[in-house]
């Protein structure tokens, strides 16, 4: 059972940064895709970034193009996503996924879940 711990919330002024960081308990990290999630209130979870095993393939969502990017240091079984240029429409908690399925932004495909982290940015 892999476990997922996200870090990096919290409250930021719109055009502002952060950096989320998502460490995994599974020693073969390394196998799995990740992704990146966001919950609004009222609101259902939607993708926003994912990343394949190696690292060598990414996408991110529309909306956060050019603002966001996901990597990840397998050596240090972390993933994380760099928020740029963040507006009040990117206030969620973010969750991290993990699959070794394939590389997918589907919810559905992620099989291990991290308990989320808030993001709120003020306008």
């Known amino acids: 059972q892999v476990q997922l711990v996200e870090s990096g919330g919290g409250l930021e002024q719109a055009g502002g940064s952060l950096r989320l960081s998502c460490i995994a308990s599974e020693r073969t990290f390394a196998s799995y895709a990740m992704g990146w999630f966001r919950q609004a209130p009222g609101k259902e979870r939607a993708f926003v970034a994912a990343?394949?095993?190696?690292?060598?393939?990414?996408r991110v969502v529309g909306s956060v193009k050019g603002r966001f990017t996901i990597s990840r240091n397998n050596a240090r079984n972390t993933v994380y996503l760099q928020m740029n240029n963040l507006k009040p429409e990117d206030t969620a908690v973010y969750f991290c996924?993990?699959?070794?399925?394939?590389?997918?932004?589907?919810?559905?495909?992620?099989?291990?879940w991290g308990q989320g982290t808030q993001v709120t940015v003020s306008s």
């Open positions: 996924a993990g699959t070794r399925t394939r590389f997918t932004s589907a919810r559905t495909d992620y099989d291990y």
């Open positions: 990343i394949s095993a190696s690292g060598s393939t990414t």
